[in-house]
């Protein structure tokens, strides 16, 4: 159950960030489902073009900054098992969440208060150092929920095989 979990979130965010990379590359070549791409992501990113990356002039699914984030997260979910087992669900600590999260709030808070403006490279590294750790609160949440939803099937299967059993 928990390596189903752990593919389950490395296939999703391959295909989060696949489909980022792909939405311009099919729009450049006059696909419709470029555009489906892009509303898919648009509840979850503004798509302001000029914090956007480009990709043959059209610009990327999401900002720069959630490129990041979603690519952090995909690299933290391939290194999760190197640095924790997959057997045993271990959480950072809180401090270093703060740590990986303080990078990205000083900047939207700098850019909030016009600061300063950020480019998308700091926009993109702040998001990828911030989505580099959320897979080790991610996955470890993801394969509770995985074990809870089993061991409750387990245990309704159990109890009700006892009453068939009973009623007769």
Same mark, same amino acid.
């Given at each position: ?81 190197? $640095?924790?087992? %997959?057997?045993?669900?271990? #959480?950072? *600590?809180?401090?270093?969440?703060? /740590?990986?999260? +303080?990078?990205? @709030? &000083?900047?939207? $808070?700098?850019? %909030?208060?016009?600061?300063? #403006?950020? *480019?998308?490279?700091?926009?993109? /590294?702040?998001? +990828?150092?911030? @989505? &580099? ?36």
């Amino acid at each position: 159950m928990k390596k189903l979990s752990y593919f389950s979130v490395l296939s999703i965010t391959f295909m989060c960030v696949t489909l980022i990379f792909l939405a311009p590359i099919l729009v450049y070549f006059k696909s419709k489902y470029g555009f489906l791409i892009y509303f898919i992501f648009s509840p979850l990113c503004h798509q302001i073009s000029e914090r956007s990356f480009h990709i043959f002039g059209f610009q990327l699914a999401v900002c720069s900054r959630c490129t990041g984030i979603y690519l952090g997260l995909f690299i933290g979910t391939i290194l999760y098992p190197l $640095i924790f087992s %997959i057997k045993r669900q271990r #959480i950072p *600590s809180f401090k270093l969440f703060i /740590l990986f999260s +303080f990078p990205m @709030g &000083l900047d939207v $808070i700098g850019n %909030i208060l016009n600061l300063w #403006i950020s *480019s998308g490279i700091i926009r993109f /590294l702040t998001g +990828f150092i911030f @989505g &580099l750790l959320l897979p080790f609160y991610l996955i470890p949440g993801i394969m509770d929920l995985a074990e809870i939803k089993f061991n409750f099937n387990k245990n309704f299967i159990k109890i009700e095989n006892e009453n068939k059993i009973s009623n007769y």
